[in-house]
């Protein structure tokens, strides 16, 4: 055997063990639970309610804001928010928490719950992130 048939047949040698540990990896992908961003994207999705309260409980604000999101142990309540929050940046907020996390408002937030982040819902269609910040409005 030739020095070019050596390395010919290594490289089909390693580009299989690489084909099937990928058949085995997606196996196992296949098996694991959805992140909560995906299980939110699905739950959204299968949403027949398109009003505010629906979409808030379909997607599972309820989880940690409470059933009629007066706030938890996990969470603040989200009443008046209409005091903080224009439509469209609350929308913003939703989308992308983080960004907001220097404001000084969130700094008795990040002592009260502490080692809780709010989720990120930008994988959420903007016109029911608008849904629900009218309805948030609104309470």
Same mark, same amino acid.
């Given at each position: 055997?030739? /020095? $070019? ?16 540990? #990928? ?9 694991? &639970? &959805? ?7 699905? %739950?959204?999705?299968?949403? +027949?309610?398109?009003? +505010? %309260? ?11 804001? +409470? #059933? /009629?999101? !007066?706030?938890?142990?996990? $969470? &603040? %309540?989200? $009443? #008046? ?11 913003? @907020?939703?989308? !992308? ?9 969130? /700094? %008795? @937030? ?8 709010? &989720? ?12 629900? $910040? #009218? ?5």
């Amino acid at each position: 055997m030739t /020095n $070019a048939q050596k390395w010919v047949a290594l490289f089909l040698g390693l580009f299989l063990l690489l084909f099937l540990l #990928e058949r085995l990896t997606k196996k196992e992908e296949a098996q694991m &639970p &959805p992140i909560p961003s995906q299980m939110t994207e699905q %739950a959204a999705q299968q949403s +027949g309610e398109t009003d +505010g %309260a629906g979409l808030i409980k379909r997607i599972g604000c309820v989880s940690c804001h +409470g #059933e /009629n999101l !007066n706030g938890t142990k996990l $969470a &603040p %309540a989200l $009443a #008046e928010l209409k005091k903080y929050w224009s439509r469209d940046g609350l929308i913003n @907020y939703m989308r !992308n928490p983080q960004s907001y996390s220097r404001d000084e408002r969130f /700094n %008795a @937030y990040r002592e009260k719950y502490k080692n809780v982040i709010m &989720p990120s819902y930008g994988n959420i269609d903007v016109k029911e992130l608008g849904k629900i $910040a #009218e309805y948030l409005l609104t309470k």
